[in-house]
């Protein structure tokens, strides 16, 4: 009778139980997948800077609870969080500090020159950037990491030199800025738009500037009535106050996203007709806004501040493109993002085109009127 060696056998077939357990278990895939979040999470815009966390936190939450399978794998996401300080070199520290943490792709970042300064950082790791930055030189840095998720300022400028421009009547026209990339570029723009009219004062300030004694004044001697405006709501809010306080009532102000918020509501009336101009669409004004403002309501307990619900879309794209890939790996991530037409369940339509701008960007105009926002017009050429 053959006798046979146990010892052999038995490491011959856990060898192959070992080889077929691999070939299943997706040893390029992690357990965990790392999704970064840099924004302002402290100073005066750091409520922007949540609610985008916010936004992220709500998809990883439903899509840890749904179950994301990665080439057959399941993962889990887990939210990373760094405090750009919505300055540029704190913006490339919070991005050297997520990379050294191990993300898949930032969210990041809310101002342009952030984005742009901490680009670099990402690229050098091919972790995609996916920014609600609209300063168009964030997709010319020749990077293939730079992904924008909404429209960019060439088309926001054309809207807020539109609006000033077709106000009936001759009218005196200021034009002011906050000195940032992002502020002093759209600014400039909607400046050349309103080629031709009275523009009696352009002027850079920053993005900190509450006390306007010095600006006020002049506006009042030269009788500018139109204001055109980089600067954000707080800052707007406190220059309405003044203006109302020197007797300049009934004016026309027009301001791009930064005074599409919610901190705009306090603003005093008096001063006259406000505008906003913004890429950042309304979640009420999607199909599946309605869902997703209610339950952003119930856990947040208050309504969303800015675009939480482009960072709940763009954690869905990302996961998407994921499982297309069947990789977390931004080498193999990008091309997917720059060809996926992935379902977003918020906007709906989220694609990056070759160079990461966003295919399907439009800017709005909204007024402010009786303490709400209201549409008035989109387009995506204007």
Known sequence: MTTFAP?????????????????????????????????????????????????????????????????????????????????????????KQLVDQGVAAVIGHLNSGVSIAAAPIYAEKMIPQLAI??????????????????????????????????????????????????????????????????????????????????????????????FVTTLADFQVVALADQLVAAGMKNMQIIGSDTIKTEGMLKVNPAVGNIYATSPIIGAGEFTGGKPFLERFRAQFKHEPVYAAHYAYDAVWVLTAAMKQAKSADGAKLLPVLKSIDALAPVTTTMRFAADGEQRYGSVSVYQLNKGAWFLLTRSDVW
Do not use: W
């Open 133 to 226: 930055s609209t300063n168009p030189k964030y997709t010319q840095l020749d990077l293939p990491t730079t992904l924008r998720l909404v429209a960019n300022d060439n088309l926001q400028s054309k809207a807020m030199g539109s609006i000033a421009g077709s106000l009936p009547g001759e009218h005196v026209f200021a034009v002011v800025d906050d000195a940032t990339p992002y502020g002093k570029g759209l600014a400039d723009t909607a400046a050349a738009q309103l080629k031709g009219k009275n523009i009696a004062i352009r002027m850079s300030l920053d993005d900190k500037t509450t006390d306007f004694s010095k600006l006020v004044p002049e506006m009042k001697a030269k009788n500018v009535d139109v």
């Open 7 to 95: 010892t052999r056998v038995a490491l011959g077939l856990a060898a192959l139980i070992g080889l077929a357990a691999l070939a299943g278990c997706s040893p390029g895939v992690p357990d965990t997948v790392k999704i970064g979040v840099a924004q302002p999470l402290s100073g005066p815009l750091k409520e922007l800077g949540q609610d985008m966390v916010d936004g992220t936190r709500m998809a990883i939450e439903d899509i840890n609870k749904q179950g994301l399978k990665i080439d057959g794998k399941l993962v889990t996401l887990e939210l990373v969080t760094a405090d750009d300080k919505a300055d540029a070199e704190a913006g490339k520290a919070a991005a």
